[in-house]
């Protein structure tokens, strides 16, 4: 320090010391601090992506558009043709697909939001209460995703036709109410986000179990929960192997009812990729109209601090 600086005024030297700070901290932001920027090869690639993930769906368009004769020709179509509406009618006749959309929104919903609620509880408790043997039910219920479920199939038809469910929508409900995957899931989540500080100075107010699960651990769990939810969505709306077997095409899923446009001598493949694109039209909805909260919650869930 010179003797000039010994005799400025306490605030130039507040002044100076301020710029000084922000040089530092600017020198250290230079290198880990440093915003990056995507270049164009970056875009090129998000492109070819995002092509290649659009690219069945514009197909079950442009060939749901066309007729079975048009379709069987070589080279196939590349663009969109004139008959789409017709055979949209076509399959949703045929399908009986007003009744299976709405018995898929009814199963795929209440099993949405029975998973998402029963897996949250059970990953905090998994996550955050003390109890015995805990790492073994823990380690239990991880090992139940190693089954595959197809080993479940006799057993769990053979208990459905005792109760007089064959044919009837809880056969399809009651046997995902809650996954291991979401057990575990949550309770990967909770065991970062959710500080054991918050529950214990909820416990410290007096709030009991009930009042630290909905005010504490709800909100904490958000995102993940948006993540789960969308998940099991998509599961339970494209599940078809377990309801082929317990419904029939009186009382289907759109699953079950998609699968009678391919009997017949000679199937209409126009018309079965019109019911393929009914079918996948309700999942584009809901992401259109929750995408935007679901990506929101992830990111708020991302931020520290």
Known sequence: MTVSEL???PAQVAVRDARRARGSRRGRMTGAG???HAGPLTYVVLVVFALASL???VWTAVAASRTDRRLAQTPPPLWFGGNLFKNLQAAWEQAGLGTAMLNSVIVAGTITVSTVVFSTLAGFAFAKLRFRFSALLLLLTIGTMMVPPQLAVVPLYLWIADLGWSNQLQTVILPSLVTAFGTFFMRQYLLQALPSELIEAARVDGASSLR??????????RPAMAVLGLLTFVFAWNDFLWPIIALNQQNPTVQVALN????GYVPDQAVIMAGALLGTLPLLIAFLLFGKQIVGGIMQGAVKG
């Open 212 to 221: 630290v699960v909905w005010h504490v651990v709800f909100p904490a769990a």
């Open 34 to 36: 440093k915003q990056l």
């Open 260 to 263: 009678s446009l391919g009997t």
């Open 7 to 9: 005799s400025l005024p």
């Open 55 to 57: 690219a069945p769906l």
